[in-house]
């Protein structure tokens, strides 16, 4: 099993520019989530889902979107890159209920 | 949003010497977690706490829930070079989703 998987791993952005950040996994977990982790703090919580066709926000969900048509992929979309989303992005999956949670390698973005 | 109080914010310790890092809540948490990030990487699960008073043991590692399950506490014996990394304490915000609350973390730096 690879795990979690995410790319790319650095992206360049310019202000109002937009992209999608990429995470799989093959494990089959139910949860995937995805977080940021900016420098001196903890991860943060943007958004989650349970489940194929489910998400739902978490702490910091603003500026992003997210899908899951599939249980593999969980991908994250900035419509319009600001530089307070400079930060280090992180994809985490589990199985439904108890159980470890997996992060990925993370995203390391710089918007100018 | 929740604060969950992690310190000391950083260590710098000799090879061998035992190390001591808590965490502390305003509210209840039925999950305590703590989790180790090397430079570049993702988060790894080190222990998972799930009753209060429990106390854990991974190697050399042991952490304990505490019992009004607001705080929780790391200790790490007889530390080596590989030790070092950033360390964090979580809690599951509940329904076993996976949804975390993120300690800012304890930088650990051992020499040798």
């Known amino acids: 099993n690879a795990g979690v998987t995410q790319t790319p791993k650095f992206q360049v952005l310019k202000t109002g520019q937009s992209m999608t950040l990429q995470c799989a996994q093959d494990m089959n977990h139910e949860y995937m989530s995805w977080y940021r982790q900016d420098p001196g703090m903890g991860l943060r919580l943007i958004h989650y889902s349970v489940g194929a066709g489910i998400t739902d926000q978490g702490e910091v969900p603003n500026g992003y979107n997210v899908s899951r048509s599939t249980t593999e992929d969980f991908p994250l979309r900035l419509l319009s890159a600001a530089p307070s989303q400079t930060s280090v992005y992180f994809c985490?999956?589990?199985?439904?209920?108890?159980?470890?949670?997996?992060f990925g390698p993370g995203t390391r973005l710089t918007v100018t | 949003g929740q604060q969950l109080n992690q310190s000391p914010q950083s260590m710098f310790i000799q090879e061998g010497e035992d190390v001591s890092m808590n965490c502390t809540s305003s509210?209840?948490?039925?999950?305590w977690l703590w989790y180790k990030q090397d430079p570049g990487e993702g988060p790894v699960l080190l222990i998972a706490?799930?009753?209060?008073?429990e106390l854990t043991s991974n190697g050399r590692l042991t952490a304990q829930f505490g019992i009004t399950r607001k705080d929780s506490f790391l200790n790490i014996s007889a530390s080596i070079p590989s030790d070092v990394g950033i360390y964090f304490c979580?809690?599951?915000?509940?329904?076993?989703?996976?949804?975390?609350?993120f300690g800012r973390g304890t930088q650990l730096t051992v020499w040798p």
């Open positions: 985490a999956s589990k199985e439904g209920g108890g159980g470890e949670q997996y």
């Open positions: 979580a809690v599951d915000r509940g329904s076993t989703l996976g949804r975390l609350y």
């Open positions: 509210s209840i948490f039925n999950t």
């Open positions: 706490l799930y009753k209060a008073g």
